[in-house]
């Protein structure tokens, strides 16, 4: 859900995905000279119940001034009432799935010690959150499921609630673990277990093909679902998972329910699940997940349930044709591309209904789909957002190296090179953030984290795109492919591409746009300790209003995200 509210000061707008609300405001034309001296901006949220408000207060940041409230400790969060935000976005990543929250955008001038908050000039939103399950009310859309885990381990509020807590990766119902988690383990386990409810007798069967297949209590799911009467298959990766994979079986006791996965060139890259009702197939759950500690509770994932008939059954004749021990490349490559044509290049998605493009499906050397999902980051006209968990292709670097004044967005687990970052630097429309955490010391008033250590992948895992999320025609494309040559050539594979659902794009926007923010910044601290520059300042809020406002007028990122997140043209 997205909403605007113009105000005589301030215009304000806020979209709710599920556990994140993106707030963002600018002064209403006319109102330029109320930038000068502005400190910041508190931020007052109001949570409904029942339509009664049960709580009011402040939202909290960290960053505060540096001679306010000297001797908190580090990490301390404090009311954006007195330590204002210095910035026209922010985003609460305190929100609840389907919860109705009102936010007052207050403008504050002053000093740090004798702040003055202009009520007089302060806008009211409401937004309501958007549901975990839901969005078919929408008209004839699919319901889509959608779960993302934190995927931020090395974080403030990691580093305050959990500290060093060990972690035990075999207790998913652990605290830190349910934290880590936010829902994605327990979505999970509650699709698997449809088959294994009262109503069991009509969920007949499961069909997984999974690549990591290695957490006990997934597996153990899977058992129950059995003992209930469901038919369950399960095609497992034996090839670079083969020992780990088995062991799990194995210590479930499901050998009779898993069969391995016929060994080729590429990985047997899909993580989905086929659920069946009565014969008839009606959902799928897909994502990046992997069957795995890491891939859960570790780093950032997506769980995406599409409850659809058609698109179930698409995935089941997949499913089908990877499980047939006689299984070709060539053949599978014939019926994929039978299934969806690969699209044209520089062509947008068709609007009646959603893609499905399995893979293999090109030529190695001449990787169509991987052009066209380039095409679309490259054709945004407002904000292009897209990940990078493993390698950047030079397509995707054309695409982000394109200075059209379009806002573009990347993240990465690991730095992309000296050689890429010194090319975006040049260009004022995109943006990266590769994978970083704080370590002692890094930066003044902030805890030091630590990341799970359950994955190879430190940051991010999640495989997804978005085009023009904000816009009217909103493109989500997500999966298991991580945009590489092989994930189109040569690996098993599946991507779903959605067009013009504005309730799956606002989810996924503010997913992205957490993680973005919370590794820029981290980012931005490696770089400068990498260079041997350090702002001892750089943890405090500025105290003139010179320092920190005009940039957000000038040329440059900042201000394409001032007006993009407005809904303004570029």
């Not at 008939?309 to 053949?331: H, N, Q, T």
């Not at 590794?519 to 770089?527: A, F, G, N, P, Q």
């Not at 105290?543 to 920190?548: G, I, P, R, T």
Request: glycine share 8%; aromatic share 10%.
């Amino acid at each position: 859900m997205r909403k605007l509210q113009i105000g005589q000061v301030l215009n304000v707008r806020a979209i709710g995905g599920l556990h994140v609300v993106t707030v963002a405001w600018d002064f209403a034309a006319g109102q330029e000279g109320k930038r000068e001296g502005l400190l910041g901006f508190a931020i007052e949220r109001s949570e409904f119940k029942d339509g009664n408000v049960i709580e009011r207060y402040y939202l909290r940041g960290i960053k505060r001034f540096k001679l306010k409230d000297e001797g908190l400790p580090p990490g301390t969060p404090m009311p954006t009432s007195e330590h204002p935000i210095q910035s026209f976005q922010w985003g609460d990543y305190t929100a609840k799935p389907a919860t109705t929250y009102r936010y007052k955008v207050v403008p504050v001038y002053g000093q740090p010690k004798l702040l003055e908050l202009d009520d007089q000039s302060a806008t009211t939103i409401e937004i309501t959150t958007e549901a975990e399950q839901g969005g078919e009310a929408a008209g004839a859309e699919p319901r889509h499921d959608i779960y993302f885990n934190r995927g931020a381990a090395g974080s403030q509020a990691f580093a305050r609630k959990f500290g060093k807590v060990p972690l035990d990766e075999d207790d998913p119902k652990s605290e830190p673990m349910v934290w880590l988690s936010r829902g994605l383990f327990e979505a999970l386990i509650n699709f698997i277990r449809l088959a294994a409810k009262q109503d069991a007798a009509d969920y007949k069967q499961l069909r997984a093909m999974l690549y990591e297949f290695r957490y006990l209590p997934v597996g153990q799911a899977f058992k129950e679902a059995a003992a209930a009467g469901a038919n369950v298959d399960i095609r497992y990766e034996a090839q670079s998972y083969k020992d780990d994979n088995e062991a799990m079986i194995k210590e479930a006791g499901i050998e009779d329910l898993c069969t391995p996965q016929k060994s080729r060139a590429g990985i047997r890259h899909n993580k989905f699940i086929v659920l069946i009702h009565k014969d008839v197939p009606v959902a799928v759950w897909t994502g990046s997940t992997n069957i795995s500690a890491g891939g859960i509770f570790g780093h950032s994932n997506v769980g995406h349930a599409i409850w659809d008939e058609g698109i179930a059954r698409r995935y089941l004749d997949f499913w089908e044709r990877l499980a047939d021990p006689d299984v070709k490349p060539a053949s599978l490559k014939k019926e994929n591309l039978k299934v969806e044509a690969t699209p044209e290049r520089h062509s947008q998605p068709p609007e009646d209904r959603m893609l499905t493009l399995f893979c293999l499906r090109d030529t190695k050397g001449n990787e169509l789909t991987l052009d066209w999902f380039a095409d679309l980051v490259g054709a945004a006209r407002g904000i292009a957002c897209a990940t990078f968990a493993f390698n950047l292709d030079e397509v995707f670097s054309e695409a982000l190296l394109k200075d059209d004044g379009t806002l573009r967005y990347a993240v990465f687990d690991k730095n992309p090179g000296e050689e890429f970052e010194g090319q975006i630097r040049q260009f004022r429309n995109t943006v990266i953030a590769p994978g970083a955490k704080l370590e002692a010391g890094d930066m003044i008033n902030f805890l030091a984290e630590r990341l799970t250590g359950f994955n190879k992948n430190l940051y991010i895992h999640d495989k997804f795109i978005l085009t023009d999320p904000l816009g009217e025609d909103p493109v989500v494309v997500t999966g298991t492919a991580n945009f590489s040559k092989p994930s189109q050539n040569a690996n098993d594979e599946n991507m779903v591409v959605i067009r013009g659902n504005k309730r799956v794009a606002d989810i996924y926007f503010g997913e992205f746009m957490r993680i973005f923010d919370h590794l820029y910044s981290r980012y931005i601290v490696r770089k400068l300790k990498e260079e041997g520059k350090n702002d001892p300042d750089a943890g405090y809020l500025k105290e003139d209003w010179k320092l920190w406002v005009p940039q957000n007028f000038k040329d440059g990122p900042k201000q394409l995200r001032r007006k993009a997140f407005m809904g303004e043209a570029a």
